[in-house]
């Protein structure tokens, strides 16, 4: 629709919204302004609490419990030539609702969370559809079926009557896009939409989202923290920092010629994980601390009042790979590719049905981790620990930082008292936390502190082998560089050995020496992390590689270059 | 979905029967039998009764044949019916069941009913309006229907319609109606006793309700499907009766389970303070004067009705929730 292209469809001039938290008030937000055009996608960028989803949701007036203080948010209809200041509506008003999911859509980071898990997929878009629209129940149903096909959900006929739960991550999210677009909005807006999801599958959404851009000629407002994804779909850009804009305009001019030292930061960040220098291998030579041997391992098919289902999951297929002493080892898959269960059978969780993994312990004996009776001392669990990937859930919410960090120390008997508290002070300031925080409950900490508690606790008894299961995959930019930093210190303190599972191959570069690629339970292919970035052999890790958006906009590897303006 | 409630069927049967003998060997442990409970009851009102007669009770009942003999009779009784005889009061169980059991189901049927009923509005007010002025309200009245004793508000309901309106709130029906047929008039008599006994069995339940509800609905709040929900242009009363509510009306549709036993236990101290025609108050009986059969049938049909009860909600689970009910089909 190039006759509808590059018009201005919102507007919005000195937004500032606030929280009123008992007698004080945050400023959430504070003069923002920028327009949105049809056909353009505008990029806002910046970490968590920067204020870009308070933004999204101001937008569509839904910002309970906050307050929109003032600024005015102009929606032109431009068919009609007429225009509405969103801001100045009953937030539950006729005149809103005529305007959200009808003009105004909106997709979310969590697509499990953000559909209703009770109703089917169809439901959820058929409602959106007859709010909107004079249609029947046949009709709207017929749209919704035909908005599943827009987004390439195989199968719509059927897909239309699953419920969200039996749906992937990626396909969710398409059907979120569904959602959305039924009625054909002026503006989608995209707050984080593939943060969640595997690189690839990541590509996937961000060239259907561009598609269906170039055929609806809408405006898109897409959130993100990621730099890489910033430099492949945005025009322009908006960098936002503590509730306000501290850079805004084009994206090549953003990315080669950024004013603010705030996106400088940002984009340095991202670049030094892109061109991290390759550097010299460990380790190599000595006897491997880990050896895994052919481990095979077939999750037994799901048993139900039906008799059994199916033959199970090949779920590690063969896998085979050294970890040396002091060495980093990456390894990297979309989701059910098995990495987790690789962790996990190090752990003794699961044994595999065939194969062997042996681990040479302090004391100089080998100990087989694929069989329970390794694990029986635990010793093994004293020589390899876990950091997990959601610094929320994997700490105690009602647990001191003290009794979090101490527990390992306490269970196997090695401090109490005093001399507790002392350990568990240096190892707070061993991963930059003040010993002062000890009292504390993980919730008084962000998401990057946590993880530091987490590190602190796998490394209180002094490891030889870390395990890293996403350990930094739900954190922002800037904060992940700073984990991956404090783990590279500690590797080389402690002469740690490190497991490096991660969905995001973005990282590998910067943090790993060597790293393996899995599919589907297999282990494709094997080499240094330099290697498998810039020269990967095997055709799945050439997939993964090409998917990873690289932060600069003149080298696109997904959509079409920028358009000289 | 057949499959699954026939097993779950023959489940029941079996655990029943374990039941039974669990049940026979509580009921025989005390010292003693009906007998010498009800000798002891007539020497200590000054009484007394000749060995002739005791014999004669003793084989009349057959309480000198072994345990296992006892136990034998009465398994094989109940599978054609016979539930046997109650010692105390004179009549087959199973009339004494058919008598009463109208009554305990009508009562806890209508507690349930007046439950949900304020539990759901007042649970769900709570939640979206939390520590508003009606939120603390609801709470502090919660609180108080927790804390505060069935028998005593009972006394309390008592006293009050007694001394400031006159009324006797005790039983179900007036003397009159007793043993009258059903019509209007008993019908609007049974109206007017039924609400003491609802009021004080549905306040705790009620309160207990809408905590849960609550609480459950203060998670799914702030999820984001209901975001999504209202960023369809939904208004945002109706998004949180069809999403967040619906989905957190899961722990109330298990209440299921646990009401159905309930017909029996819950309301003892209140059934009998209220003097109420209905099960609870005969198991208390029984239990005191060792009427074994009485007693076993009673703890035994608790039994059945708390695993109907949790089959029943099982299955309204999976009705209601599609994770559940394609969980069960094996389905990921």
Redo the contacts between chains.
């Keep these: 629709m190039p006759g509808k292209d590059n018009q201005t469809v919102l507007q919005v001039t000195g937004l500032s919204v606030d929280f009123h938290l008992g007698k004080a008030t945050v400023h959430a937000i504070e003069d923002v302004s920028f327009d949105l055009r049809t056909g353009r996608t505008t990029c806002f960028v910046g970490e968590s609490g920067s204020g870009k989803s308070v933004t999204a949701r101001a937008v569509m007036n839904i910002v309970e419990p906050a307050v929109i203080r003032e600024g005015t948010i102009t929606l032109f209809d431009l068919e009609e030539g007429e225009e509405l200041n969103i801001a100045a509506l009953d937030a539950d008003g006729p005149k809103i609702r005529a305007v959200r999911g009808a003009r105004i859509a909106m997709i979310f980071q969590e697509p499990m969370s953000s559909l209703s898990p009770v109703h089917t997929i169809g439901q959820q878009i058929i409602e959106a559809i007859m709010l909107h629209q004079q249609v029947d129940k046949k009709e709207a149903r017929k749209r919704a079926i035909d908005a599943l096909a827009a987004v390439h959900i195989r199968d719509p006929e059927s897909a239309v009557d699953r419920y969200p739960f039996e749906y992937s991550g990626g396909m969710r999210q398409r059907a979120m896009i569904a959602m959305a677009l039924a009625c054909e909005p002026d503006v989608l807006i995209a707050d984080e939409p593939t943060t969640a999801l595997d690189v690839t599958t990541q590509a996937e959404i961000l060239k259907l989202i561009r598609e269906l851009q170039d055929r609806f000629g809408m405006a898109v407002m897409f959130i993100t923290h990621d730099m890489g994804v910033v430099a492949e779909v945005a025009d322009d850009v908006i960098v936002m920092y503590k509730g306000k804009v501290v850079e805004h305009g084009q994206v090549v001019q953003v990315f080669h010629n950024p004013q603010a030292s705030y996106t400088r930061q940002l984009i340095n960040a991202s670049l030094g994980l892109e061109e991290a220098p390759a550097r010299p291998v460990h380790g190599q030579r000595e006897k491997p601390l880990i050896s895994a041997r052919n481990v095979s391992l077939n999750f037994p098919p799901q048993r139900s009042w039906l008799g059994s289902k199916g033959s199970g999951v090949l779920a590690l297929d063969d896998v085979s790979f050294d970890l040396y002493p002091g060495e980093i080892l990456g390894i990297v898959g979309e989701s059910g590719s098995g990495k987790t269960t690789l962790g996990r059978v190090l752990m003794g969780r699961y044994q595999p049905q065939t194969g062997t993994a042996h681990f040479s312990d302090r004391d100089g004996n080998s100990r087989d981790l694929t069989s329970r009776d390794s694990f029986r001392d635990k010793q093994v669990y004293r020589e390899i620990r876990m950091i997990f990937q959601d610094p929320n859930s994997s700490l105690n919410p009602r647990m001191t930082v003290e009794q979090i960090i101490g527990e390992p120390l306490t269970v196997a008997g090695l401090a109490k008292g005093k001399d507790l508290r002392e350990r568990v002070a240096k190892l707070l300031s061993r991963v930059g936390l003040s010993p002062g925080m000890m009292e504390r409950y993980p919730h008084a900490f962000s998401g990057g502190q946590r993880q530091r508690i987490g590190i602190a606790r796998a490394i209180a008894l002094d490891p030889r082998v870390v395990i890293a299961d996403e350990a930094t995959s739900a954190l922002d930019g800037s904060i992940r560089a700073q984990i991956l930093d404090l783990l590279l210190e500690l590797r080389d303190e402690l002469d740690l050995s490190i497991i490096f599972i991660a969905h995001d191959i973005g990282v590998v570069r910067y943090f790993c020496d060597r790293v393996a690629v899995m599919n589907s339970g297999k282990i494709v292919e094997t080499g240094t992390a330099h290697q498998i970035c810039d020269n990967p052999q095997n055709d799945y890790t050439r997939k993964l590689i090409a998917a990873v958006p690289r932060p600069d906009p003149l080298k696109r590897k997904l959509m079409p270059p920028v358009a000289a303006e | 979905m057949t499959?699954?409630i026939l097993?779950r069927l023959v489940a029941i049967v079996l655990t029943l029967l374990a039941l039974s003998v669990v049940v026979f060997v509580v009921i025989q442990l005390p010292p003693g039998d009906f007998v010498t409970s009800y000798i002891a009851r007539i020497s200590g009102s000054g009484e007394s009764i000749d060995q002739a007669t005791i014999d004669a009770l003793r084989a009349q009942y057959r309480l000198d044949d072994p345990v296992i003999v006892q136990y034998w009779a009465w398994l094989k009784g109940m599978l054609v019916g016979d539930f046997g005889f109650s010692f105390e009061m004179k009549r087959p169980v199973s009339e004494i069941f058919a008598s009463r059991i109208g009554n305990s189901l009508a009562v806890e049927m209508l507690a349930v009913i007046v439950m949900w009923s304020v539990a759901i509005p007042i649970g769900i007010y709570s939640a979206v309006y939390q520590y508003s002025i009606g939120d603390y309200f609801a709470t502090i009245i919660g609180f108080l229907g927790l804390a505060l004793p069935n028998f005593l508000f009972a006394l309390v309901l008592m006293y009050i319609s007694y001394v400031w309106f006159g009324v006797t709130i005790t039983g179900l029906y007036s003397p009159e109606y007793m043993n009258a047929h059903w019509s209007l008039a008993k019908f609007l008599d049974f109206c007017s006793h039924v609400w003491a006994p609802v009021l004080v069995i549905s306040t705790a339940g009620s309160a207990q309700l809408i905590r849960v509800l609550r609480a459950n609905l203060l998670d799914e709040l702030n999820?984001?499907?209901v975001?999504?929900?209202?960023?369809?242009?939904?208004?945002?009363s109706k998004v949180i009766l069809r999403?967040p509510a619906?989905?957190a009306m899961n722990p109330l549709i298990s209440v299921v389970g646990w009401v159905l036993p309930t017909v029996i236990s819950s309301s003892f101290v209140t059934a009998i303070v209220l003097n109420l025609p209905t099960l609870s108050p005969i198991l208390l009986r029984a239990l005191l004067s060792q009427d074994m059969y009485l007693a076993g049938a009673l703890i035994l049909f608790m039994g059945f009705l708390t695993m109907m009860g949790t089959l029943i909600s099982d299955i309204l689970l999976a009705w209601?929730?599609?994770?559940i009910r394609?969980g069960?089909?094996?389905?990921?």
């Design positions: 499959a699954y097993r999820k984001p499907y975001l999504t929900a209202r960023a369809k242009g939904l208004k945002k999403y619906r989905v209601v929730d599609p994770r394609l069960m089909a094996g389905a990921n």
